[in-house]
């Protein structure tokens, strides 16, 4: 159980092309998911957390007129990367909260999807 | 959240017990440890956590000092697969729906060597 799976694996676009990519939580429901960049031989970097239903809330630093999030139902998170430019290139990874362990304090985790590889050139 | 320290790197023959280390001397009452691992080009794996007492489960053993300002991953019988790099992770915990941000350190390397 706890799977979360990513689409598209990889991701090679031309400079200026917007890039969507899906998180998926196929059994189970999630009420939060989390959306971290990943740049080579460094760790993850929380971007936003998306709530189903409302506005993401970005990280200090994170533009969101260019990192478009929207979560719309309790197993699919999107996330836009618009206008891609080649520092945009990274490893986008996905995470997602049962809910029903929300508001269980210590018994809460969360579950990653398996990332997907975005290449601008 | 508790800022964590884990050495870069360690090395662990297979077969043999990986005991991955991580202090977290500022960590309050209410904030619980967490241990997840990333294989190379993968997504991190959640593995075990705990707030006080000691944990196991079916992938490892958390050991968590009395004083609460250190921990100890322990995986009984380390394979080749088990390769990754381990991130000890403290966080407080929200009641009533809110949920928490995970914080990712640099974590630790564990080769572990045939």
């Known amino acids: 159980g706890a799977v979360v799976s990513q689409h598209p694996s990889w991701v090679i676009c031309k400079s200026g092309t917007s890039v969507k990519i899906e998180c998926r939580s196929l059994?189970?429901?999630?009420?939060?998911m989390f959306w971290y960049r990943q740049f080579p031989k460094k760790s993850l970097m929380l971007m936003a957390t998306s709530n189903e239903g409302s506005k993401a809330t970005y990280e200090q630093g994170v533009e969101k007129d260019k990192f478009l999030i929207n979560h719309a139902s309790l197993t699919l998170s999107t996330l836009t990367v618009t206008s891609a430019h080649p520092e945009d290139s990274s490893f986008y990874i996905c995470?997602?909260?049962?809910?029903?362990?929300?508001?269980?304090?210590?018994?809460?985790?969360?579950?990653f999807g398996p990332g997907t590889r975005l290449l601008v050139l | 959240d508790a800022k964590t320290t884990q050495p870069p790197s360690m090395d662990c023959a297979e077969g043999r017990a990986a005991n991955l280390p991580c202090n977290h001397s500022t960590i309050s009452g209410n904030e619980y440890v967490y241990w997840y691992r990333q294989i190379h080009s993968q997504g991190p794996q959640y593995i075990i956590h705990g707030l006080k007492n000691n944990e196991t489960n079916e992938m490892a053993s958390l050991i968590i000092t009395e004083d609460r300002k250190s921990s100890t991953l322990i995986l009984p019988h380390a394979t080749l697969r088990d390769t990754a790099v381990y991130y000890c992770i403290v966080r407080g915990v929200l009641y009533g729906g809110a949920t928490n941000k995970l914080i990712f350190g640099t974590g630790t390397l564990l080769a572990v060597q045939p």
């Open positions: 059994d189970f429901q999630a009420t939060t």
């Open positions: 995470s997602a909260r049962p809910w029903r362990l929300a508001g269980l304090g210590g018994k809460e985790t969360q579950y």
